[in-house]
T-cell receptor, first 113, second 113 residues
Framework: DGGITQSPKYLFRKEGQNVTLSCEQN?????MYWYRQDPGQGLRLIYY???????QKGDIAEGYSVSREKKESFPLTVTSAQKNPTAFYLC????????????FGPGTRLTVT | GNSVTQMEGPVTLSEEAFLTINCTYT??????LFWYVQYPGEGLQLLLK?????DKGSNKGFEATYRKETTSFHLEKGSVQVSDSAVYFC????????????FGKGTKLTVNP
């Protein structure tokens, strides 16, 4: 059963702590993406990776970091430098260049207090 | 830069009513256009797409036509159901270059029985 898994579904952290969100796909997709969703603001791109060992900043990369050591995995670390980390985080993947569809995971809701 | 503007919600309709959600875009070149749907607590799913001018995307009774002259991609459905209640996102993808999607802010639809 192919798809994208994100874990956990809900995550709670104290301010000042780094936290890593997991994203795994078994679709054999080359490209992976991280989006942040806030109420009334749609989705904003944080980072994306079009191939293993390479990634680019999206529109709101400050306070976040990523790695892409394996094709299947694209973890996102929310660092203590991110001023407003509480949000719904969505991971997506696509087959790569010229593919039309991005497939989304179920999301992780992060709450930082 | 590229951008997507969609009508503000929320939209509340009775079952079997006609639905229109407006979407206009600004882009260099000729982007591909998409409608995604997000059910409560879930990730996004691709609803339909159109890759060139005058293309009509359709799925599950929803339709949208790529109108280059008005830079629009309005979503329509002739008779909505309670199960259509969700948030709908219009998005565009630049042709060539990166695989980034640019999203509108989303329109929440509630259909009452």
């Amino acid at each position: 059963d192919g798809g994208i898994t994100q874990s956990p579904k809900y995550l709670f952290r104290k301010e000042g702590q780094n936290v890593t969100l997991s994203c795994e796909q078994n679709l054999n997709h080359d490209a992976m993406y991280w989006y942040r969703q806030d109420p009334g603001q749609g989705l904003r791109l944080i980072y994306y990776s079009q191939i293993v060992n390479d990634f680019q900043k999206g529109d709101i990369a400050e306070g976040y970091s990523v790695s892409r050591e394996k094709k299947e995995s694209f973890p996102l670390t929310v660092t203590s430098a991110q001023k407003n980390p509480t949000a719904f985080y969505l991971c997506a993947s696509s087959a790569g260049r010229d593919s039309y569809e991005q497939y989304f995971g179920p999301g992780t809701r992060l709450t930082v207090t | 830069g590229n951008s997507v503007t969609q009508m503000e919600g929320p939209v509340t309709l009775s079952e079997e009513a006609f639905l229109t959600i407006n979407c206009t875009y600004t882009a260099t070149g000729y982007p591909s256009l998409f409608w995604y749907v997000q059910y409560p607590g879930e990730g996004l799913q691709l609803l339909l797409k159109a890759t060139k001018a005058d293309d009509k995307g359709s799925n599950k009774g929803f339709e949208a036509t790529y109108r280059k002259e008005t830079t629009s991609f309005h979503l329509e459905k002739g008779s909505v159901q309670v199960s259509d209640s969700a948030v709908y996102f219009c998005a565009l993808k630049e042709r060539g270059g990166s695989e980034k999607l640019v999203f509108g802010k989303g329109t929440k639809l509630t259909v009452n029985p």
